[in-house]
């Protein structure tokens, strides 16, 4: 299983974009998929999630601005980035916990490679 992640650049502030995440290989099902980020000199922090019900959480600090939806039958998350902060500037990381499609079938997390978001006039 890979995510790939992309959709990362830079924007001035006030600005949007918009983060795509794919899984691929052998998967029998996707249960919660989210977005993290690491600024620099800081850990990763979870920035929003989503259920395979659809049910979603966000940082406080994201809230209304970046709305996390999925496509079940792409594989796929996305982060709409609206009004963007220059405190929002890092690299911003997928995840997926996924279950094999091939024995023993195990459910694990998987992370994407990480896409650098640059908020910056």
């Known amino acids: 299983v890979q995510l790939q992640a992309s959709g990362g650049g830079l924007v001035q502030p006030g600005g949007s974009l918009r983060l795509s995440c794919a899984a691929s290989?052998?998967?029998?099902?996707?249960?919660?998929m989210g977005w993290y980020r690491q600024a620099p000199g800081k850990q990763r922090e979870l920035v929003a999630s989503i259920t395979s019900g659809g049910s979603t959480m966000y940082a406080d600090s994201v809230k209304g601005r970046f709305p996390i939806s999925r496509d079940n039958a792409k594989n796929t998350v996305y982060l709409q980035m609206n009004s963007l902060k220059p405190e929002d500037t890092a690299v911003y990381y997928c995840?997926?916990?996924?279950?094999?499609?091939?024995?023993?079938?195990?459910?694990?997390?998987?992370w994407g490679e990480g896409t650098l978001v640059t908020v910056s006039s």
């Open positions: 995840k997926m916990w996924v279950v094999s499609g091939l024995p023993p079938y195990y459910g694990m997390d998987y």
């Open positions: 290989g052998n998967i029998f099902s996707i249960n919660g």
